[in-house]
């Protein structure tokens, strides 16, 4: 994945095909149960997708509004209020982008100096890397405490307890050149909610040190335990931090891409100022299809909150049952296991096997770090799937659970076939 790629410029380096298109291609070639790419494989609501065709018979075909459709940014405003209780002018602080993606590599864009550092938790979404590096800034990454291991709370052998964030970990990162912090919670892939005192603990050091905060809440409906708070509602981030999240996750519709800024109107100028130029504005019925959506009623919210939930308790509850000691993610749409007990202890070539040999697609935890030794053997699944598609996944790691407990990890092992990636298809 990492290989040099002639004509790409230097900073963009060993970025390869990312690791969810990789796992992707790889269940698609074998039609694998795929537990990889986080996307769900059911529809939006049937009201969205009707809200989506009636915009376009509506003639909404055009483009839009640089900062989006004034209808979707006033629904945004109004959910953040509802749920947060955060207030922004839909007209000056609210800015529609093309996904979450877009809104944190325009802000990166935006609001950082060639050689600005940037802190991000570790283990890291692949795109802040990506973004960080296109505008010229540092990465510096503050790795969360692994489950199981020092430092984490403990746990046991069937549940090795979450991972955690060791807030004087982050304290020591900043440094002279930290221009800000960007903050993903609940947190892909650990499935860490980040609790009241820990952003609290955040947003101190946010205030001591001047930093700006971009906050990546593209999960903030499906926290399972606990709760989601945004980091703008503690004292003395409004006005530092930009937040971001998106449609795909809430209403199942990753492809849409649509997603949206909050942020005080001096840092949206910034921001609007950079994605007039990466995309302009771009979905326009989808702009007014997830206006709808964001108006649904708050039993819509809980329900795809507690549908997820049980998913969660589903694949958490299977994998440990087959003897895999999995972390239960507080929230996000993924679960990280140890796969040892399958007579595998190298989770990315455990992943690139997989779904040719066993018909199951899964994504790596070294994938979001530099130093793959600590999560060597940790996989992420995906539990945004029915329930059918994760009990037949389930299934076929079951059977090799079985085949690894009676032949011995070696001979499990011995049975692999590793199929090189595709990077002809990429998704
Ligand atoms: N942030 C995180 C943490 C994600 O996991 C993902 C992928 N689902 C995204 C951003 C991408 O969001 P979007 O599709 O809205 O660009
Ligand atoms: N966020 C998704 C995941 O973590 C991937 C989205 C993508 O492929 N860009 O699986």
């Known amino acids: 994945m990492s290989s040099r790629a002639p004509h790409l410029v230097s900073r963009l380096q060993g970025f390869g095909t990312s690791v969810f298109s990789e796992m992707t291609s790889l269940a698609i070639r074998h039609d694998a149960v795929n537990l990889g790419q986080g996307f769900p494989d059911t529809d939006p609501p049937p009201e969205v997708i009707a809200a989506a065709v009636q915009a376009m018979r509506d003639g909404h075909n055009q483009y839009a509004p640089g900062p989006g459709v004034p209808a979707l940014r006033a629904a945004v405003a109004a959910h953040q209020q509802r749920f947060h209780g955060l207030a922004y002018d839909p007209d000056t602080e609210v800015t529609v982008t093309f996904g979450a993606t877009e809104a944190v590599a325009a802000t990166l864009l935006s609001l950082c100096e060639v050689g600005d550092e940037v802190l991000v938790l570790e283990p890291t979404y692949d795109a802040y890397t990506a973004a960080i590096a296109m505008a010229g800034a540092v990465e510096r990454r503050v790795p969360l405490t692994p489950p199981g291991t020092s430092g984490a709370p403990r746990g046991d052998a069937r549940d090795p307890g979450p991972w955690h964030l060791d807030v004087d970990r982050l304290a020591a990162a900043i440094g002279p050149r930290t221009r800000l912090l960007l903050l993903n919670s609940p947190h892909n892939p650990s499935g860490l909610v980040l609790d009241a005192a820990?952003?609290?603990?955040?947003?101190?050091?946010?205030?001591?040190?001047?930093?700006?905060?971009?906050?990546?809440?593209?999960?903030?409906?499906?926290v399972f335990d606990g709760e989601h708070l945004p980091l703008a509602t503690r004292a003395g981030m409004r006005e530092r931090t930009v937040t971001i999240s998106s449609a795909g996750k809430t209403f199942s519709c990753t492809g849409w891409k649509i997603g949206w800024a909050c942020a005080p109107a001096a840092l949206t100028t910034a921001v609007r100022t950079t994605k007039q130029f990466l995309s302009f504005a771009g979905g326009t019925p989808f702009q007014h299809a997830i206006a709808v959506a964001l108006a649904s009623p708050d039993e819509f919210y809980a329900q795809v909150t507690g549908i997820h939930r049980r998913r969660r308790d589903l694949l958490v509850a299977?994998?440990?049952g087959i003897g895999l000691p999995v972390t239960g993610s507080a929230g996000t749409y993924?679960?990280?296991?140890?796969?040892?007990?399958?007579?595998?202890?190298?989770?990315?070539?455990?992943?690139?096997?997989?779904?040719?040999?066993?018909?199951?697609?899964?994504?790596?935890?070294?994938?979001?770090?530099?130093?793959?030794?600590?999560?060597?053997?940790?996989?992420?699944?995906a539990i945004c799937k029915p329930?059918?598609?994760?009990?037949?996944?389930?299934?076929r790691l079951g059977e090799l659970a079985s085949s690894a407990a009676s032949t011995g990890p070696g001979a499990a092992r011995a049975e692999r076939r590793v199929p090189s990636p595709d990077r002809e298809d990429p998704r």
């Open 198 to 222: 820990a952003l609290d603990a955040i947003a101190a050091l946010c205030v001591e040190h001047d930093l700006l905060a971009v906050t990546d809440e593209v999960y903030e409906h499906l």
């Open 318 to 320: 299977g994998l440990r």
């Open 334 to 381: 993924f679960v990280t296991a140890d796969i040892r007990a399958l007579g595998h202890d190298d989770a990315q070539a455990f992943c690139r096997w997989a779904p040719g040999a066993i018909g199951v697609a899964a994504v790596p935890a070294s994938a979001f770090v530099r130093d793959p030794a600590p999560v060597r053997s940790l996989v992420r699944f």
């Open 387 to 395: 329930e059918s598609v994760l009990e037949e996944g389930l299934r």
